[in-house]
């Protein structure tokens, strides 16, 4: 699976983006997907995740009810909409891939190049 995101760029606070990750392969339904991000001098952290069938949707505490993911599986394609970013979310954000589900990065096998947020105060 090649994973490859979009929709990263400089936002202000208070504003929203959507983040578009893009995966090949036909098996792009068996997989949770999930949104990671890293800010600089800080570990990989969980963002969200969505079970295959979209059945399930996890989500950190620090962005729950501002963040939302979604899939579609007839376009192999995963979305993160942000909204209400503060500064606290800047990061670059990845999207990656595993079977079964959790929130560990280490668990997840495909990961793509990742896209920059920065949220200006």
């Known amino acids: 699976v090649q994973l490859v995101e979009s929709g990263g760029r400089l936002v202000q606070a208070g504003g929203s983006l959507r983040l578009s990750c893009a995966a090949s392969?036909?098996?792009?339904?068996?997989?949770?997907m999930g949104w990671f991000r890293q800010a600089p001098g800080k570990e990989r952290e969980f963002v969200a995740s969505?079970?295959?069938?979209?059945?399930?949707?996890y989500y950190a505490d620090s962005v729950k009810g501002r963040f939302t993911i979604s899939r579609d599986n007839a376009k192999n394609t995963v979305c993160l909409q942000m909204n209400s970013l503060t500064p606290e979310d800047t990061a670059v954000y990845y999207c990656?891939?595993?079977?079964?589900?959790?929130?560990?990065?280490?668990?997840?096998?495909?990961w793509g190049q990742g896209t920059q947020v920065t949220v200006s105060s």
């Open positions: 990656a891939a595993r079977l079964g589900f959790g929130r560990d990065p280490k668990s997840y096998l495909y």
């Open positions: 969505i079970t295959g069938s979209s059945s399930g949707t």
């Open positions: 392969g036909r098996t792009f339904s068996s997989y949770t």
